[in-house]
């Protein structure tokens, strides 16, 4: 029987963040699951762990730096029988990448997915507005030749923008089958133009499980506080985006740590997430009740340890989704529309932003989820089951994407 050939890319992979990485496992497993015995190669910077973890062939990350080969590229979308691009916000934080590779894929007749991928209304301002420099002084003088009657910075940046949204608009009509991650997604594209042929599904981390407990490694002081019978409360901010107000966070936790409260930061990227909560630790005047977990961890074993917890705080979307998966009730801090759209679905609200947090309504929401995790539970169940009721929607046309390339 044929092989299907199928060439995985997108968030970046292998990039040491544990919620790209779920991704990958998830739609790898899913792979598996629809086409037994197909061949998956995935794209990624993490070539040799990847392979070992999930048993599939690497090529280096396409589309991102480090320099890559643009022949090895083509000839490997050329080979496969199937282009998937999955996960992120990609959509809108770095179009002209998976939107070259479709480009591609189509040029040489392979079949294309787009697999949960998000969308944000605005498009990445670092790619398409003005920044300031040269550029942005030539126009605004010439803009003041006009008395100002003409915006050339505007034009040029809305320029920009239309050609962007009119590529994505023309590469995703012509995908065998384009699952968006969410509603909000799908206004976002449907502001590009008609995309008729688009179904929404979920973040396929949602499928994850969790590694079993006792293959899990822990330091002895981590084994302690996650096995205290005290309240546990979880917590991770990204290093892409800290918080402005990180000295009154740690002095949240100071609190929470007198009240006999155990704190477990929880970095879902080890090389950038790590440092920055060893140093938000040795900042608290508590610290003894506290805990970072550290090492390179498998996306399981993170799900693991977050159901351990009583609650979670992140300004990392996957850390609030993988711990909604075991029912530990959330708070999350916005760094970014998908940690509030994500929110939504429990009616939640984000405890403000990584640039102005509202640390009253951090407490209000903790003291509250933490004393009704039974309805919390009920609440996330149905929040889950909603959204895996979706991703096997969207699995049906998968596989019948599959099913016309063997």
């Known amino acids: 029987m044929q092989k299907v050939e199928i060439l995985l890319g997108g968030v970046p992979f292998g990039r040491n963040n544990v919620g790209d990485?779920?991704?990958?496992?998830?739609?790898?497993?899913?792979?598996?699951?629809?086409?037994?015995?197909?061949?998956?190669?995935?794209?990624?910077?993490?070539?040799?762990?990847?392979?070992?973890?999930?048993?599939?062939?690497t090529?280096?990350?396409?589309?991102?730096?480090?320099?890559?080969?643009?022949?090895?590229?083509?000839?490997?979308?050329?080979?496969?029988?199937?282009?998937?691009?999955?996960?992120?916000?990609?959509?809108?934080?770095?179009?002209?990448?998976?939107?070259?590779?479709?480009?591609?894929?189509?040029?040489?007749?392979t079949k294309t997915v787009l697999w949960g991928v998000g969308m944000n209304d605005e498009l990445n301002p670092y790619l398409y507005k003005v920044l300031p420099g040269k550029k942005q002084l030539l126009l605004r003088l010439l803009s003041g030749l006009t008395f100002n009657r003409i915006n050339f910075i505007r034009r040029l940046e809305e320029k920009r923008e239309t050609r962007a949204?009119?590529?994505?608009?023309?590469?995703?009509?012509?995908?065998?089958?384009?699952?968006l991650r969410d509603p909000e997604t799908l206004n976002a594209?449907?502001?590009?133009?008609?995309?008729?042929?688009?179904?929404?599904?979920?973040?396929?981390?949602?499928?994850?499980?969790?590694?079993?407990?006792?293959?899990?490694?822990?330091?002895?002081?981590?084994?302690?506080?996650?096995?205290s019978s005290a309240r546990k409360i979880g917590l991770c901010i990204s290093a892409q985006r800290q918080l402005v107000h990180e000295d009154e966070l740690i002095e949240f936790m100071d609190q929470l740590a007198d009240r006999d409260y155990r704190i477990i930061f929880l970095p879902m990227n080890h090389a950038t997430d790590a440092p920055?909560?060893?140093?938000?630790?040795?900042?608290?005047?508590?610290?003894?009740?506290?805990?970072?977990?550290?090492?390179?961890?498998?996306?399981g074993e993170i799900l693991a340890i977050a159901?351990?917890?009583?609650?979670?705080?992140?300004?990392?979307?996957?850390?609030?989704?993988?711990?909604?998966?075991?029912?530990?009730?959330?708070?999350?801090?916005?760094?970014?529309?998908?940690?509030?759209?994500?929110?939504?679905?429990?009616?939640?609200?984000?405890?403000?932003?990584?640039?102005?947090?509202?640390?009253?309504?951090?407490?209000?929401?903790?003291?509250?989820?933490?004393e009704s995790r039974a309805e919390f539970e009920e609440v996330s169940t149905a929040v889950h089951n909603m959204l895996l009721q979706r991703l096997e929607e969207a699995k049906v046309r998968l596989a019948e994407v599959l099913n016309r390339s063997l």
């Open 21 to 57: 990485e779920a991704i990958l496992e998830c739609v790898v497993g899913l792979l598996k699951e629809l086409a037994p015995g197909c061949s998956i190669t995935v794209s990624t910077d993490s070539q040799q762990e990847t392979e070992k973890r999930l048993g599939v062939r």
């Open 59 to 109: 090529v280096p990350l396409f589309g991102f730096q480090p320099a890559y080969s643009p022949r090895q590229m083509e000839e490997e979308i050329a080979r496969a029988d199937i282009f998937i691009w999955a996960g992120a916000t990609g959509l809108s934080d770095y179009p002209e990448i998976p939107l070259a590779m479709l480009e591609i894929a189509h040029r040489h007749k």
């Open 165 to 179: 949204r009119n590529k994505i608009v023309e590469e995703l009509n012509r995908c065998d089958l384009v699952v």
């Open 189 to 227: 594209v449907q502001h590009c133009g008609h995309v008729p042929d688009v179904i929404v599904g979920a973040d396929s981390a949602e499928l994850l499980q969790p590694a079993p407990w006792e293959q899990i490694r822990l330091t002895r002081d981590a084994q302690a506080v996650l096995a």
């Open 276 to 299: 920055l909560m060893e140093s938000m630790r040795e900042r608290m005047q508590n610290k003894v009740h506290s805990v970072v977990i550290g090492g390179k961890r498998t996306p």
């Open 307 to 370: 159901g351990k917890l009583d609650l979670v705080i992140s300004s990392r979307l996957h850390l609030l989704i993988l711990a909604s998966v075991l029912h530990v009730p959330i708070i999350g801090i916005s760094r970014g529309s998908k940690v509030d759209n994500f929110l939504t679905m429990f009616d939640h609200v984000s405890a403000g932003s990584v640039d102005e947090c509202d640390f009253d309504h951090m407490q209000t929401e903790l003291d509250r989820l933490i």
